[in-house]
């Protein structure tokens, strides 16, 4: 079986409502922690790149730098939007890396931990909202594209106006 790869906030989940509630006030995993308890109410988005995905026979696979802490209501939103995924891979909580390391690191376990039966071979697409990820797909060989609802950047704080 071949599979697509897709990030979820901003990617598939619309996060742009959320982004007014990161407290830049605070550091790392705390920053974000209102933002991602809201991640439930999130409305589905980029429904034909999934399912044209699903057409051609591919499973799906989420990588999200969300924490692993919120993994049931993403489980949950996954289920109720539809979305039928073979695996979700989160970020560790309290791990402070980029997302591109984040998700190089998703990448090794998937191809790499026997029990999850992918060979690097078998990863045929990729969709991430961050160029610097997009481009980490393509330098391991992986047709991966840009995919995002908006260009709100959840990395930077507003600029004050």
Known sequence: MNY???????????DGWRIPKINWQKTGYERYHTYHTLAPF???????????????GEG???FTA???QFRDATERWLFEKGI???????????DSHSAVEVKR??????????????????????????????SMYRDAGIDAKLLAIHDLNVYQPPEKT
């Open 4 to 14: 697509a790869i897709f990030d979820l906030d901003n990617c598939l989940s619309d």
């Open 42 to 56: 999130d409305r589905v988005d980029n429904v034909l790149f999934y399912s044209q995905a699903l057409l051609r």
């Open 60 to 62: 799906l696979i989420i």
């Open 66 to 68: 969300r924490p692993v």
């Open 84 to 94: 039928p995924f073979t695996h979700l891979f989160m970020r560790n909580n309290h």
């Open 105 to 134: 690191a998703q990448l090794a376990w998937l191809t790499t931990i026997p029990e999850y039966r992918c060979t690097r071979e078998q990863i045929v697409h990729a969709y991430d909202d961050h160029p610097d990820i997009v």
